[in-house]
């Protein structure tokens, strides 16, 4: 997408597992980063993220606008609207979503930051956690984790159209196949991520000027500019 935008665009690709953080440690880690672009390099600064969880719930553009995508999470950005966003979501609620990068990324770690789901072991059989926790502590981290999967039956492969996935696809049927959930192969697009590069920022987009910063709106448009 950068290759085909009109515009010289510059990238930066933060930890995958940042928004496992909570707003307290990830807010703070963006605005880290708006705060050190000096002034006049860029026209805007685009973010490639929902709100997740209220992540970027309060980050402010200093010198150079901010642009960022009306979704709840990445997943809108690769399904290419919010509403079709909605519309798999009643659907299919209980469904984890894949990408070529989810998979290739792993859970974060690789990225030199501790995800919940590492904290917690949540990653580790059950024998390795009896010998790291205690056996009832980890017969209550297994528990747990039983009742976070309860409600899911089904893996989503979002193909993007790029020549690498079919590998990618394979892993995911693969995961579904040794978790027991239905696997699904639907189609992306790009239609946001290309927007947000090519300038095209339409209704899809919140544009926050120098000075002000985003809120969560609770509605239909996700986020809207602090009053």
Known sequence: LQA?????CDAEFLPKGLHDLG???MQPRLQE???GIPAGVYDALLLGYGLCNNGIAGLTART???VVPRAHDCITLFLGSRKRYRELFDAHPGTYYRTTGWIERGDGEKAGDMTISRKLGLHMKYEELV???GEENARYVMETMGDLTANYDRIAFISMGLECEE??????EKEARDGGFDFENIQGSMSILRK??????DDDFLVVQPGESI???????????SE
């Open 196 to 201: 947000l590069i090519n300038g095209e920022w």
């Open 167 to 172: 590998a990618f696809v394979r892993m995911a």
């Open 131 to 133: 010998g790291k926790y």
């Open 23 to 25: 707003v307290d440690k």
């Open 4 to 8: 085909n935008s009109p515009h010289i």
């Open 33 to 35: 980063k708006i705060d």
């Open 215 to 225: 809120k969560a709106s609770h509605d239909e448009r996700v986020i809207k500019l």
């Open 64 to 66: 150079t606008k901010l």
